[in-house]
């Protein structure tokens, strides 16, 4: 019998299907206007952009001209790419447009989906920013996508690693840019740490489209980018924390293996207090005072590195270095280090050589990032499990897209065995059966050491095989393409293959292009071509005969996306396939949910060794305890998101302010009202308001006086005057410092006094700002032990923050005032760029990947120092894009300008 809620989603529909119906008649009105469309010349389909431009410009709105955009769109990539918009696939440019997710299964086109948005979206000139997982994608696409964009008149640019600054700058100036989402937010962050407006390298946001979005926006949620340089020396500090740890006993400390984590508990605090003490460590008489919060961040990671890291387990000591050991993979993994003091800690164990942590110098979550778009959509095979997620945190709504043609695959019930050895014997003995029938095989797994154990088990029975683990992108790119070849067995983790569709028979296109490579002549490039398809076509065939791809899950993930994303691989465009998943009580899901009860039950059941069980119940209670993960994932993700939220505010602030200082001409108003903020604050210190001539520290605010300001004021002179108050004194020091200040400004001239001005409050602001991120983290870190006293940890961190950016803001005034009253300048030379003024920094930009742990960006340092570039010079430009404006400031494309120049030639 139905439910209430079946028998209506039977009647009306569900919602989803209520909202795809709503795009339907613009989808009539887009296929009304193609006889239309499909009239006009080349030129008269180019001149479509110009004048859609105009009619933005006149007020019309983005949405009022999206039937007739779609329509040219669909029309020009038919012309130029030789494919045509599906109705589905316009649907999906729709809810793009409309800043949601649209999720679209594997094989529907979701990189042609996004020109439909893209290009509506970039008429007005503000700018589109499309996002991809990797360099390899984010290059292909701005290629193959790039030709529609070309051929309507936009330009396109393309960010990837390596890129100089005007590289960067000019791709960013595009009307739309392709990227990967690690070099959008680290430009992000150099751009708040440059000091003029021309040296920054990005526009104002105006819209962008995450493909894949659910990787970026959830699985890389918690790893934020971070900039870092190295901190002053604190090795001395490590080695005396690490010697006094030894002495803490069993009871003095409270373990957690799982979480691994372990804290002190009251007996531990009170015992590390009085060593710490006796030692001259702290100051005051508790380790959680204010001023102790970096000892706690010693005192914590030296607890971690004794009781939680094990040698020769987690890591070893090799060539005086200690070096981390994957847990995956057993392997030694060189040039990584633990952050947070953590690897000094165990530097300081193991008696080498301390190195320096970094310490942040600019971080940014995605989460974070993402939310500085105005607009913001995205695109996805898999979205609909963590909708609660993408509309809590990123207002997201996703709406599944129906696929073009019905879904032909079948989804088998999962197999559970009793250990690992008899799910892996069934795997192979399954993988053998498809290569006999011709079938092609694609094999799940959720590690890199899981799919070498699996590889050797296929080359024991000589099956032969591609391995795949999304290290080299291009390469795997192509693998994945032919792994619907006849009988082809591919292995890959979850996050292989990544915008990559597997084609029955394989990939024609990427096989012609490989082929015919090094061939130069057209005829027999073209025969060639011929043979490959007709070739290819053929076995194409023979695969959906052999009941096309057959899809293995080795175990079940934690999240039921990623299984969803694996599932998808077979059955694209109505193409016949088949999935299954083979489970053992060994696998991680199964020990953590119930796998004694499981056992027993199997056991009740008489299951031989080498039998399955196979049944619906199965599958409902792993998706139950997938959800329950889930769940949990994404609390620890949104609580997460409330800390950095803190963080967030406060870099915000930060970063418009230094804008708003970089736009600025003159920002002498700003520096007179610091000044005079600084000196009620030093005389109010000193002399407290409504207070006696008797309890003012006269002595105290002339030597402070003295120290920011350079000036010796005759204040013990002044207190002999009768009745001088407060305030008289405040206005006589300011006086003398507005006279001091015209003096030097009438010595320096108007330029560079306008020059220093700028210029000193901006390295304040970022050496201040430096600083605090340090406190925060330790900050961060400790705040979570208040829990014990009853207190929302929550709450404490955003007063304390608060409170630390007030003090912060306080030395930001007092540090540039003290350094503008007393710097000099050699005025027999012109004061250089900032940027050629300040020393180069060794920096390190950061992106740990979820999956594997490692670092995403390279370990390249990069310099904010010198920048070359002379828009007079073309040597000076390194690679301009054809289609971007031209350096030189014209105003023109490149390729029109001084490119039409360099071609003429």
Same mark, same amino acid.
């Given at each position: 019998?139905?439910?209430?809620?079946?028998?209506?989603?039977?009647?009306?529909?569900?919602?989803? $299907?209520?909202?795809?119906?709503?795009?339907?008649?613009?989808?009539?009105?887009?296929?009304?206007?193609?006889?239309?469309?499909?009239?006009?010349?080349?030129?008269?389909?180019?001149?479509?952009?110009?004048?859609?431009?105009?009619?933005?410009?006149?007020?019309?709105?983005?949405?009022?001209?999206?039937?007739?955009?779609?329509?040219?769109?669909?029309?020009?990539?038919?012309?130029?790419?030789?494919?045509?918009?599906?109705?589905?696939?316009?649907?999906?440019?729709?809810?793009?447009?409309?800043?949601?997710?649209?999720?679209?299964?594997?094989?529907?086109?979701?990189?042609?989906?996004?020109?439909?948005?893209?290009?509506?979206?970039?008429?007005?000139?503000?700018?589109?920013?499309?996002?991809?997982?990797?360099?390899?994608?984010?290059?292909?696409?701005?290629?193959?996508?790039?030709?529609?964009?070309?051929?309507?008149?936009?330009?396109?640019?393309?960010?990837?690693?390596?890129?100089?600054?005007?590289?960067?700058?000019?791709?960013?100036?595009?009307?739309?840019?392709?990227?990967?989402?690690?070099?959008?937010?680290?430009?992000?962050?150099?751009?708040?740490?440059?000091?003029?407006?021309?040296?920054?390298?990005?526009? *104002?946001?105006?819209?962008?489209?995450?493909?894949?979005?659910?990787?970026?926006?959830?699985?890389?949620?918690?790893?934020?980018?971070?900039?870092?340089?190295?901190?002053?020396?604190?090795?001395?500090?490590?080695?005396?924390?690490?010697?006094?740890?030894?002495?803490?006993?069993?009871?003095?400390?409270?373990?957690?293996?799982?979480?691994?984590?372990?804290?002190?508990?009251?007996?531990?605090?009170? *015992?590390?207090?009085?060593?710490?003490?006796?030692?001259?460590?702290?100051?005051?008489?508790?380790?959680? $005072?204010?001023?102790?919060?970096?000892?706690?961040?010693?005192?914590?990671?030296?607890?971690?590195?004794?009781?939680?890291?094990?040698?020769?387990?987690?890591?070893?000591?090799?060539?005086?270095?200690?070096?981390?050991?994957?847990?995956?993979?057993?392997?030694?993994?060189?040039?990584?280090?633990?952050?947070?003091?953590?690897?000094?800690?165990?530097?300081?164990?193991?008696?080498?050589?301390?190195?320096?942590?970094?310490?942040?110098?600019?971080?940014? &979550?995605?989460?974070?990032?993402?939310?500085?778009?105005?607009?913001?959509?995205?695109?996805?095979?898999?979205?609909?499990?963590?909708?609660?997620?993408?509309?809590?945190?990123?207002?997201?709504?996703?709406?599944?897209?129906? &696929?073009?043609?019905?879904?032909?695959?079948?989804?088998?019930?999962?197999?559970?065995?009793? &250990?690992?050895?008899?799910?892996?014997?069934?795997?192979?003995?399954?993988?053998?059966?498809?290569?006999?029938?011709?079938?092609?095989?694609?094999?799940?797994?959720?590690?890199?050491?899981?799919?070498?154990?699996?590889?050797?088990?296929?080359?024991?029975?000589?099956?032969?095989?591609?391995?795949?683990?999304?290290?080299?992108?291009?390469?795997?790119?192509?693998?994945?393409?032919?792994?619907?070849?006849?009988?082809?067995?591919?292995?890959?983790?979850?996050?292989?293959?990544?915008?990559?569709?597997?084609?029955?028979?394989?990939?024609?296109?990427?096989?012609?292009?490989?082929?015919?490579?090094?061939?130069?002549?057209?005829?027999?490039?073209?025969?060639?071509?011929?043979?490959?398809?007709?070739?290819?076509?053929?076995?194409?065939?023979?695969?959906?005969?052999?009941?096309?791809?057959?899809?293995?899950?080795?175990?079940?993930?934690?999240?039921?996306?990623?299984?969803?994303?694996?599932?998808?691989?077979?059955?694209?465009?109505?193409?016949?396939?088949?999935?299954?998943?083979?489970?053992?009580?060994?696998?991680?899901?199964?020990?953590?949910?119930?796998?004694?009860?499981?056992?027993?039950?199997?056991?009740?059941?008489?299951?031989?060794?080498?039998?399955?069980?196979?049944?619906?119940?199965?599958?409902?209670?792993?998706?139950?305890?997938?959800?329950?993960?889930?769940?949990?994932?994404?609390?620890?993700?949104?609580?997460?998101?409330?800390?950095?939220?803190?963080?967030?505010? @406060?870099?915000?602030?930060?970063?418009?302010?230094?804008?708003?200082?970089?736009?600025?001409?003159?920002?002498?108003?700003?520096?007179?009202?610091?000044?005079?903020?600084?000196?009620?604050?030093?005389?109010?210190?000193?002399?407290?308001?409504?207070?006696?001539?008797?309890?003012?520290?006269?002595?105290?605010? *002339?030597?402070?006086?003295? *120290?920011?300001?350079?000036?010796?004021?005759?204040?013990?002179?002044?207190?002999?005057?009768?009745?001088?108050?407060?305030?008289?004194?405040?206005?006589?020091?300011?006086?003398?410092?507005?006279?001091?200040?015209?003096?030097?400004?009438?010595?320096?001239?108007?330029?560079?006094?306008?020059?220093?001005?700028?210029?000193?409050?901006?390295?304040?602001?970022?050496?201040?700002?430096?600083?605090?991120?340090?406190?925060?983290?330790?900050?961060?870190?400790?705040?979570?032990?208040?829990?014990?006293?009853?207190?929302?940890?929550?709450?404490?961190?955003?007063?304390?923050?608060?409170?630390?950016?007030?003090?912060?803001?306080?030395?930001?005034?007092?540090?540039?005032?003290?350094?503008?009253?007393?710097?000099?300048?050699?005025?027999?030379?012109?004061?250089?760029?900032?940027?050629?003024?300040?020393?180069?920094?060794?920096?390190?930009?950061?992106?740990?990947?979820?999956?594997?742990?490692?670092?995403?960006?390279?370990?390249?340092?990069?310099?904010?120092?010198?920048?070359?570039?002379?828009?007079?010079?073309?040597?000076?430009?390194?690679?301009?894009?054809?289609?971007?404006?031209?350096?030189?400031?014209?105003? @023109?494309?490149?390729?029109?300008?001084?490119?039409?120049?360099?071609?003429?030639?």
């Amino acid at each position: 019998m139905l439910g209430i809620g079946s028998l209506a989603k039977r009647l009306f529909g569900s919602a989803n $299907d209520r909202t795809v119906k709503g795009y339907q008649s613009r989808v009539g009105a887009i296929n009304a206007l193609e006889p239309q469309i499909k009239a006009l010349s080349d030129d008269e389909l180019r001149a479509k952009t110009v004048e859609f431009r105009q009619r933005l410009d006149n007020g019309e709105t983005v949405d009022k001209l999206l039937p007739e955009a779609f329509a040219v769109v669909r029309e020009a990539a038919w012309r130029v790419l030789g494919q045509r918009h599906f109705d589905v696939q316009l649907i999906g440019g729709m809810v793009l447009n409309e800043g949601g997710i649209a999720e679209m299964r594997t094989g529907e086109g979701k990189t042609l989906v996004s020109t439909l948005a893209a290009y509506l979206n970039a008429v007005g000139g503000k700018g589109v920013h499309v996002v991809t997982v990797n360099d390899y994608l984010a290059s292909r696409d701005s290629k193959w996508m790039g030709q529609i964009f070309n051929f309507l008149g936009l330009s396109v640019g393309c960010i990837i690693h390596g890129l100089t600054d005007e590289e960067r700058r000019a791709a960013y100036a595009c009307d739309i840019t392709y990227g990967t989402n690690n070099e959008f937010g680290f430009d992000y962050l150099r751009d708040n740490m440059k000091f003029s407006l021309e040296a920054m390298v990005q526009r *104002r946001f105006n819209f962008a489209i995450v493909d894949e979005v659910d990787s970026i926006l959830i699985d890389e949620a918690r790893t934020p980018l971070i900039i870092s340089g190295p901190t002053e020396d604190n090795s001395e500090l490590y080695r005396a924390v690490n010697a006094y740890i030894p002495e803490l006993g069993d009871a003095d400390i409270e373990k957690d293996e799982k979480a691994k984590t372990v804290v002190l508990t009251e007996e531990g605090t009170e *015992r590390m207090e009085q060593i710490l003490k006796q030692a001259g460590l702290i100051e005051g008489g508790n380790l959680y $005072d204010i001023e102790n919060v970096s000892m706690v961040h010693h005192v914590n990671q030296a607890l971690r590195a004794h009781k939680m890291f094990t040698r020769d387990v987690d890591y070893i000591v090799k060539d005086d270095k200690v070096v981390i050991i994957d847990e995956f993979t057993g392997r030694m993994m060189e040039g990584r280090r633990y952050s947070e003091g953590l690897h000094q800690a165990l530097e300081a164990k193991e008696g080498v050589k301390i190195q320096n942590e970094n310490q942040t110098l600019a971080s940014i &979550t995605f989460q974070n990032y993402f939310r500085l778009y105005p607009k913001l959509s995205g695109m996805t095979g898999t979205a609909s499990t963590e909708a609660a997620e993408f509309a809590d945190i990123y207002n997201l709504g996703v709406v599944e897209i129906p &696929t073009n043609l019905p879904v032909s695959r079948i989804d088998e019930n999962d197999e559970v065995y009793r &250990t690992a050895k008899e799910k892996y014997d069934a795997i192979i003995d399954q993988i053998e059966v498809c290569t006999k029938r011709d079938q092609p095989v694609l094999v799940g797994t959720v590690s890199i050491e899981k799919s070498e154990y699996l590889s050797e088990l296929l080359k024991k029975r000589k099956i032969t095989h591609n391995v795949l683990n999304a290290r080299y992108h291009e390469q795997e790119a192509y693998i994945i393409a032919q792994a619907g070849r006849i009988g082809g067995v591919t292995i890959a983790t979850n996050m292989a293959g990544r915008g990559t569709d597997i084609q029955l028979g394989g990939n024609i296109e990427m096989r012609i292009a490989a082929e015919t490579a090094n061939v130069a002549d057209p005829a027999e490039k073209a025969r060639l071509a011929a043979s490959i398809t007709e070739e290819m076509l053929a076995e194409r065939a023979k695969v959906k005969a052999a009941g096309g791809l057959y899809v293995i899950g080795t175990e079940r993930h934690e999240s039921r996306r990623i299984d969803n994303q694996l599932r998808g691989r077979s059955g694209r465009q109505g193409d016949p396939g088949h999935s299954k998943f083979y489970l053992s009580l060994d696998d991680d899901l199964m020990r953590i949910f119930g796998s004694e009860r499981m056992e027993s039950m199997l056991v009740r059941l008489g299951l031989e060794e080498g039998e399955a069980i196979t049944h619906p119940w199965i599958n409902k209670a792993l998706e139950k305890a997938q959800m329950k993960v889930e769940a949990r994932n994404f609390d620890i993700r949104k609580n997460l998101l409330k800390y950095d939220d803190v963080m967030n505010d @406060q870099r915000k602030a930060i970063y418009e302010q230094r804008r708003e200082l970089m736009e600025a001409e003159d920002v002498s108003e700003h520096i007179t009202d610091m000044r005079q903020d600084v000196i009620e604050d030093v005389v109010s210190t000193h002399i407290p308001p409504r207070s006696f001539p008797e309890q003012w520290n006269i002595e105290g605010l *002339r030597v402070e006086f003295h *120290r920011i300001f350079g000036i010796e004021a005759p204040l013990a002179e002044w207190l002999q005057e009768d009745g001088i108050s407060e305030i008289e004194i405040s206005e006589r020091l300011t006086r003398m410092v507005d006279e001091r200040t015209q003096e030097r400004a009438d010595r320096f001239g108007p330029d560079a006094t306008r020059w220093l001005e700028k210029n000193m409050l901006l390295q304040t602001i970022d050496q201040q700002w430096k600083e605090h991120l340090l406190q925060l983290d330790h900050l961060r870190q400790t705040v979570t032990l208040r829990a014990y006293g009853q207190r929302d940890p929550l709450n404490e961190y955003k007063s304390e923050a608060f409170e630390m950016f007030q003090s912060m803001m306080g030395r930001v005034r007092t540090d540039t005032i003290g350094l503008l009253s007393q710097v000099e300048l050699r005025m027999d030379e012109e004061p250089p760029p900032m940027e050629e003024r300040v020393p180069p920094q060794r920096m390190h930009a950061t992106h740990l990947d979820p999956q594997t742990g490692e670092n995403e960006m390279d370990e390249i340092e990069f310099v904010n120092a010198r920048q070359a570039f002379d828009k007079n010079d073309p040597s000076t430009w390194g690679r301009v894009p054809r289609n971007a404006l031209c350096p030189c400031g014209s105003g @023109q494309k490149y390729k029109r300008c001084h490119g039409a120049l360099t071609n003429a030639q």
